[in-house]
């Protein structure tokens, strides 16, 4: 079991790494000490046993504070929402074109999304769109490629999770990140084949990799590439530099 660590203690203050705070978890399973950088948050995590003292632990995370910053200085650059950017849909490239002389709804024409209505609602329609984009193309390849092998897919949703791609549920259900919309179409090619195959193998071994292989037809490796180097910019899309 996790448990957050509160503390409002000023000898206990938790430390800061470039205006993020520290987050303390502790962790009955854990045997030493663990600090990790989410690149997909960029949140510092320090994870300890149960009934490790606090401060110093805390005395060790200072000793690694230059690993630390190292790491968040080579994080992704944020990507706000904003006129004139380019928003990447599949393998297509579009130009966000807004203006308020445009119909509210987003419209792909040729190369540009546009949009119009209030500036200030801007990202909210973006990201709504490209959420219905990523469900209804998931959809379609996820159920086309279940029903070609005969396989029990019940149901396709997109949510926004942080620590996977796809998941598929022993009932059928396979639930995707909508920011899969915003990687290469090869690369949403293999997570779908990959939870589609776990519509039948509910585990990661010989026989899950070999229906996925067969499923996608060729081989995972660069679309595994691509998300262990650029996966985690996908979640910096749409945050400022202060989120």
Not at 136 to 148: G, I, W
Request: aromatic share 6%; charged share 25%; hydrophobic share 40%.
């Amino acid at each position: 079991m996790w448990v957050i660590w509160k503390t409002t203690s000023s000898t206990d203050r938790l430390p800061h790494f470039a205006g993020r705070p520290l987050v303390v978890t502790r962790n009955r399973r854990a045997r030493s000490l663990r600090l990790s950088v989410d690149p997909s948050s960029g949140k510092v995590r320090l994870g300890l046993p149960l009934r490790q003292p606090l401060r110093p632990a805390l005395a060790w995370v200072e000793t690694r504070r230059s690993w630390v910053e190292a790491q968040l200085a080579g994080l992704p650059v944020p990507r706000p929402i904003a006129p004139g950017m380019q928003v990447t849909i599949g393998d297509d490239v579009l130009t966000l074109d807004w203006s308020v002389d445009h119909a509210r709804g987003p419209v792909r024409v040729e190369d540009r999304l546009l949009v119009g209505g209030l500036a200030e609602m801007l990202a909210g329609r973006v990201v709504r769109f490209l959420r219905s984009e990523a469900l209804s193309t998931l959809t379609v390849e996820s159920r086309a490629l279940a029903a070609r092998h005969g396989l029990p897919l019940t149901d396709v949703s997109v949510g926004d999770p942080r620590s996977r791609w796809g998941s598929c549920a022993v009932d059928g259900c396979i639930r995707y990140s909508w920011r899969l919309i915003l990687a290469p179409s090869f690369v949403r090619r293999s997570v779908v084949a990959h939870e589609v195959a776990h519509l039948r193998e509910h585990h990661h071994g010989p026989a899950f990799h070999e229906l996925a292989d067969r499923l996608l037809g060729e081989s995972h490796g660069p679309a595994r590439q691509w998300l262990a180097t650029y996966g985690a910019s996908l979640h910096w899309f749409g945050r400022s530099a202060d989120q």
